[in-house]
């Protein structure tokens, strides 16, 4: 059984910078994907970033590449969204996300396990 439990949300002006966690356990993960998914008010939920939690494969969606950058600590088993220079649109709760394969992939029904999101509010 994997679980995840998101952390680091709030509330930061525009051009400011949050860093989101997911601390994940329940077994090795070595053989997972992982990824970062955001659903703002009345949208569907949409890929941010992802990756192979063995290294590489590394993929963002076009609105946040450039400005945010996806990591992980094996030793801590958590998984970490820098966020920088955010926009008001950048408003949503943000969900992390691990699937049973290595590659990384921007449908969130790929993925069988979910956190239970932190919410980022990012103001004008």
């Known amino acids: 059984q994997v679980s995840l439990v998101e952390s680091g949300g709030g509330l930061v002006q525009a051009g400011g910078s949050l860093r989101l966690s997911c601390a994940a356990s329940?077994?090795?993960?070595?053989?997972?994907?992982m990824g970062w998914f955001r659903q703002a008010p009345g949208k569907e939920r949409e890929f941010v970033a992802g990756f192979s939690w063995s290294g590489g494969n590394t993929k963002y969606a076009d609105s946040v590449r450039g400005r945010f950058s996806i990591s992980r600590d094996t030793a801590k088993n958590t998984m970490y969204l820098q966020m920088n220079s955010l926009k008001p649109e950048d408003t949503a709760v943000y969900y992390c996300?691990?699937?049973?394969?290595?590659?990384?992939?921007?449908?969130?029904?790929?993925?069988?396990?979910w956190g239970q999101g932190t919410q980022v509010t990012v103001s004008s």
């Open positions: 329940g077994r090795a993960f070595g053989s997972y994907a």
């Open positions: 996300a691990a699937r049973d394969g290595t590659m990384p992939r921007v449908e969130s029904w790929e993925y069988a396990t």
